[in-house]
């Protein structure tokens, strides 16, 4: 393995990360035009090599067009954009105080549906391998004092049966997904650690470890089903207000 020195993070990635969070906010509508790499450079304060380096990247992602005469067109970033925007996505303040409640709902939508389907295909692929580490994250949630601690360690409890699912791209959706859900762990953990008992998750583990798949995808239904009730009950308070 040849690894290298760790680099401070560059200024083309402070222009890039600002220039998506415009795309993500809406500030640049698709078909518009970002404005010229010198007027970028003089308002960010950079050099327009910067610049240039961090819209390359943008196009690259797809989020940008380069068109010969007409500068940098702004795509719809929905249609071009990939999980590792959820998290830009789910933020609906400049702070960062406050989430967007659709895109919340959306991802909860895609959690009932996909964990049947992970601890189906864990049951059926892995089922003698996730003993250990299902035990062992089980354990943590057992002896979980708060709510935010229960969370982490049944976010592990899922890490380890998307690893028994045996498919990549489940686990890098997975990883979107935690992504979106962590930063909200302080809000929603204690209502939701409450509507996921560890008993729940031990009649899913039993039936993982023992391989009965269909079993295993009623069990997750159970354990997700609660959490829904409790998070899209947060989402109407806060759309309440």
């Known amino acids: 393995m040849e690894l290298t020195s760790i680099k401070r993070r560059?200024?083309?990635?402070?222009?890039?990360d600002?220039?998506?969070?415009?795309?993500?906010?809406?500030?640049?509508?698709?078909?518009?035009?970002?404005?010229?790499?010198?007027?970028?450079?003089?308002?960010l304060g950079v050099s327009r090599p910067v610049v240039?380096?961090?819209?390359?990247?943008?196009?690259?992602?797809?989020?940008?067009?380069?068109?010969?005469?007409?500068?940098?067109?702004v795509n719809d970033i929905t249609r071009t954009g990939g999980l590792d925007l959820l998290p830009h996505l789910l933020v609906d303040?400049?702070?960062?105080?406050?989430?967007?409640?659709?895109?919340?709902?959306?991802?909860l939508e895609v959690r009932?549906?996909?964990?049947?389907?992970?601890?189906e295909r864990a049951a059926a692929r892995s089922a003698g391998k996730l003993a250990e580490?299902?035990?062992r994250a089980l354990a943590d949630i057992e002896r979980?004092?708060?709510?935010?601690?229960?969370?982490?360690?049944?976010?592990?409890?899922?890490d380890c049966l998307v690893t028994g699912a045996d498919s990549i791209a489940m686990t890098l959706i997975f990883n979107g997904m935690r992504r979106v859900y962590e930063p909200m762990l302080a809000a929603v953990a204690d209502a939701v650690a409450g509507a996921e008992p560890a008993s729940a998750y031990r009649k899913l583990a039993d039936a993982v470890t023992s391989g009965a798949a269909l079993k295993a995808r009623r069990a997750a239904s159970t354990v997700l089903g609660g959490a829904t009730t409790v998070l899209t009950e947060f989402l109407d308070q806060m759309e309440a207000q």
């Open 144 to 158: 979980a004092q708060s709510g935010p601690t229960q969370q982490l360690a049944a976010l592990d409890f899922w």
């Open 93 to 107: 303040a400049p702070d960062g105080a406050m989430v967007n409640p659709a895109v919340v709902r959306s991802v």
């Open 10 to 16: 560059s200024a083309a990635d402070e222009v890039h």
């Open 18 to 43: 600002q220039l998506l969070k415009q795309l993500v906010a809406g500030a640049q509508p698709p078909g518009s035009r970002l404005p010229s790499e010198r007027k970028l450079a003089e308002v």
């Open 133 to 135: 580490p299902l035990a």
């Open 52 to 73: 240039r380096e961090a819209i390359q990247r943008l196009v690259t992602s797809g989020h940008l067009d380069v068109r010969q005469g007409d500068g940098a067109v």
């Open 112 to 119: 009932e549906y996909l964990g049947p389907w992970i601890a």
